[in-house]
């Protein structure tokens, strides 16, 4: 099955885990460690991510160490950034009608 980058980052799981590996790489015990899930499920996460092309698991001696490759993230980034400039008028604007709001509820008081 061939997987995106927006199916890993549809999981909060799953951006957990790239958030913490973005900070270093740990081992699979490691990020298992940090959820309360089992461990399966996180091996699950974890394949998923390597499907995508977001990690990669190398062996080293009995261990199995996780390392993101943020590279493989800058699809989803081109796409979320596009939206940004939208949303953030649109919640200027909103902001704006609630200042509006609040200033018209003071002078009728």
């Known amino acids: 099955m061939r997987r995106d980058v927006f199916q890993a980052i549809a999981d909060p799981v799953r951006r957990d885990i ?5 900070e270093e790489a740990l081992t699979v015990n490691t990020v298992a460690e940090k959820f309360d899930v089992s461990r399966p499920a996180i091996s699950k996460h974890l394949k998923i991510l390597k499907e995508c092309g977001i990690i990669t698991i190398d062996k080293q001696g ?31 604007s909103f902001e ?5 709001l609040q200033s018209k509820d003071k002078k009728d008081e």
């Open 18 to 22: 790239i958030e913490m590996l973005a």
């Open 62 to 92: 009995r261990e199995r160490l996780c390392q993101i490759k943020p590279a493989n993230l800058i699809p989803a980034f081109m796409w979320i950034e596009q939206y940004r400039k939208l949303w953030e008028d649109r919640l200027d």
């Open 96 to 100: 704006d009608y609630l200042i509006k």
